[in-house]
Each structure stands twice: as structure tokens, then as C-alpha cells.
């Protein structure tokens, strides 16, 4: 890729070319946009996800999407599906380098003593469990090239809760996922794998979304934010392009709250 300076050719810095990455969660906002701009990054990326349908109608947003992207059905709760995924990705590239692990589930806020064991095992499995899963099995291929960057996306409810937002579940994996994140990062630090997380604040994605259609309520939302605006996913993926880069090969064990400075205030 090229661009013009003063009327002089000069060319684009692909900050992941021919990388492979995998992005769990893919046809999330979140989970696309991070792909889409890998993509643009000049990396190879694989959308995995429960819903075929969704990935390819998220996949086929991507520029170039048939090229530089492939969707891929996998429940990563699922460990048997997660293994023959991750082999398959490995024998076609012949290496892993990028795992984000995006997927992720919340519940409507309830009241702890209100839910039931039905309730928040959802939530234990795709946020904690699964994400164990995916990352055990691309490390062993990751092993063996003896280089990688896994990236966890949290949130900064992992660090705080919010007053009348009825989530403690919700929180106390998210906690749990800036944990393993150290963990890993340093268990296998000089096997040359990087493990990051980056915990966004309030995204214009998911349960967000219909909140923002009155605008009585996006006021309330905007107003919360030390910077006076909702986030967005770019915000998140541009954050995580840099991680995933090696501009960032000294940085592992990090948490990085993409949230507007939210986590620094005391609203």
C-alpha cells in the first residue's frame, strides 16, 4: 500500500503483515472491527464464532475479505471443537502468531441472590472456561514456533462495579480474565509469547446499542465519561493492533483500560 507526501510515493508500514490471527467472537462489533483492522495491518485473520451466517455477513464487510479473512464455526466452550479448529488453522498456515480472545457473554443485571447456578454458568464457561480452552491449545502451536501474542479483551468491570448495575457475576470473571492474563504473560515469557488484556469501558456495542437510540439516555452516558463521548470499537481495535504489533514486544502482563478515562474518575 502506498501514499503520497509532498507529491512523493511513499509506502505504507503494515504493522502485522502476514500475520495469522485468530478472533474469537468475530462478528461481534468489537470482534469485527479488531479483524477488520488487522486486515488493513496486512494480517491474515480467521473470525471464529457459534453462527456461520453472522460471520460471513461480518466477515464479507471486511475489504478484501476473501483473500485476507476466513470464518470458522467453533463453540469455544467445546473443547474437542476448539482443538480440531486450532489444528486445522495450523496446518494451513503453518503457524498462529495473534489469538484475541473476544468472545465473551454478560447477563441482564440481577441481583446476585436472584440467579440461579443455570444463570451464571454461561458466563463461567465462554468467559473464563472457554477462554482457557482456545488459549491452551494455541499455545502448544505457538510452542512450537516459539513466538506469539495472545490478546484478552476484559472490561473495566473486572476492576470495579457499578452502583445499581447488577453484575457481580459478570465482573468476577472479568476479574478472573486480567489474572490469567499475568499469568500467562509471565509462565511463558521467555518462550517468546506475549499475553496482553485490554479492558474497554462503554463501548457503542452490544446491550449498549438500544441505549444510545434515546438520546436522554446517551446524554446520561456521555456525561459519566471523562472525555464527554461513548467509545467505540475502532477505539478498542486501534489499541489492540499496537499490542498485537511488535512496536509492543516488550510489553506483556499489561492491562490496558481503553475507556475514556472511566477507571481513573470517581463517577
Not at 459519566?224 to 516488550?250: F, H, K, M
Amino acid at each position: 500500500m502506498v501514499t503520497f507526501f509532498n507529491g512523493v510515493i511513499q509506502e505504507k508500514i503494515m504493522r502485522l503483515q502476514d500475520k495469522v490471527a485468530i478472533v474469537t467472537g468475530g462478528s461481534s462489533e468489537i470482534g469485527l472491527e479488531i479483524s477488520r483492522r488487522f486486515v488493513e495491518e496486512g494480517a491474515k485473520v480467521i473470525l471464529i464464532g457459534r453462527n456461520t451466517e453472522k460471520l460471513e455477513k461480518a466477515r464479507s464487510s471486511i475489504k478484501n475479505y476473501q483473500s485476507s479473512t476466513v470464518a470458522m464455526q467453533c463453540d469455544i466452550t467445546n473443547e474437542s471443537q476448539v482443538i480440531q479448529v486450532i489444528d486445522q488453522i495450523y496446518q494451513h498456515y503453518g503457524r498462529i502468531d495473534i489469538l484475541v480472545n473476544n468472545a465473551g457473554a454478560i447477563n441482564d443485571p440481577v441481583h446476585f441472590h436472584e440467579m440461579k447456578e443455570s444463570d451464571w454458568m454461561p458466563l463461567l464457561n465462554t468467559n473464563i472456561i472457554g477462554t482457557f480452552k482456545i488459549t491452551k491449545s494455541t499455545i502448544v502451536k505457538m510452542l512450537e514456533n516459539q513466538n506469539g501474542v495472545i490478546l484478552n479483551i476484559g472490561s473495566i468491570s473486572g476492576e470495579r462495579a457499578i452502583p445499581k448495575v447488577h453484575l457481580t457475576v459478570y465482573c468476577t470473571t472479568k476479574a478472573a480474565i486480567n489474572m490469567f492474563t499475568k499469568g500467562i504473560a509471565i509462565e511463558y515469557a521467555r518462550k517468546n509469547i506475549r499475553c496482553n488484556c485490554i479492558n474497554p469501558g462503554i463501548i457503542k456495542a452490544g446491550m449498549i446499542i438500544p441505549y444510545l437510540e434515546y438520546p436522554e439516555a446517551r446524554k446520561v452516558l456521555e456525561d459519566r465519561q471523562p472525555l464527554n463521548r461513548i467509545g467505540t470499537p475502532n477505539d478498542v481495535a486501534n489499541a489492540a493492533v499496537y499490542l498485537a504489533s511488535d512496536e509492543a514486544n516488550w510489553i506483556t502482563g499489561v492491562i490496558l483500560n481503553v475507556d475514556g478515562g472511566k477507571s481513573s474518575s470517581e463517577g
